[in-house]
């Protein structure tokens, strides 16, 4: 069973609007989230996780229980946020699962 | 350090052939991973091993093997891989345990011919 839902394969937005990606969990219990990013040619890197309710590259994610979401937002897209992008899930004891990815492609 | 590093970055190997990846941290983590990339996949986990004990096996075929000599070095034996086994190997370390923030390898980019 999808444990991990990225609805969007690709998303394309301009530079300067705002993104969204979207990720939906499902696990009854408290689960621990994360966005991992990968660039072009680059390894993939923790991008941030929800515990810590940090903005990294100005991107923010809200863990929200009652719709089992945990979507990334950044108000302004730059060209240099064009990458793969993966939201992946710690459930209880299990290990680490990713969704199956975003690809971003922001437009000039 | 705070970088996971991989050996070689590429590897061309035939159907009989015997080859090794390895993975290397000095970050002082005790959990280290073995995961599959296909093209345009998320990754998938294949092994895990946490204070240098195989903790999680995937269901990887016998023809992968991992070893973990100490804490910082990980290893994944090959040998009598298909084509089908071609794809990116990734090496990912964490702090304590599988429950963490795991730090990824730029990877192995492995043929099978």
């Known amino acids: 069973a999808q444990r991990v839902t990225q609805p969007e394969k690709l998303l394309s937005v301009f530079k300067g609007a705002p993104v969204e990606l979207k990720c939906n969990y499902s696990?009854?219990?408290?689960?621990?989230l994360f966005w991992y990013v990968q660039y072009s040619r680059q390894r993939l890197q923790l991008l941030l996780r929800h515990i810590s309710r940090e903005s990294i590259k100005g991107f923010t994610a809200d863990l929200n229980k009652g719709e089992t979401s945990f979507h990334l937002k950044k108000p302004f897209a730059q060209e240099e946020d064009s990458a793969m992008y993966y939201c992946a899930l710690i459930m209880g004891n299990t290990p680490l699962v990713f969704g199956k990815g975003t690809r971003l492609s922001v437009i000039a | 350090d705070t970088e996971v590093t991989q050996t070689p970055k590429h590897l061309v190997m035939g159907m009989t052939n015997k080859k090794s990846l390895k993975c290397e941290q000095h970050m002082g983590h005790r959990a280290m991973y073995w995961y599959k990339q296909k093209a345009k996949k998320p990754p998938e986990l294949m092994f895990v091993y946490s204070y240098e004990k195989l903790s999680i096996n995937e269901s990887v075929p016998s023809r992968f093997s991992p070893e973990c000599p100490n804490s910082s070095l990980l290893n994944l034996h090959l040998h009598a891989l298909q084509p089908e086994d071609s794809a990116l190997y990734l090496c990912?370390?964490?702090?304590?345990?599988?429950?963490?923030?795991?730090?990824f390898g730029p990877g192995t980019r492995l043929l099978v011919l």
């Open positions: 696990y009854s219990g408290s689960p621990e």
């Open positions: 990912a370390s964490s702090h304590g345990g599988d429950q963490e923030t795991q730090y």
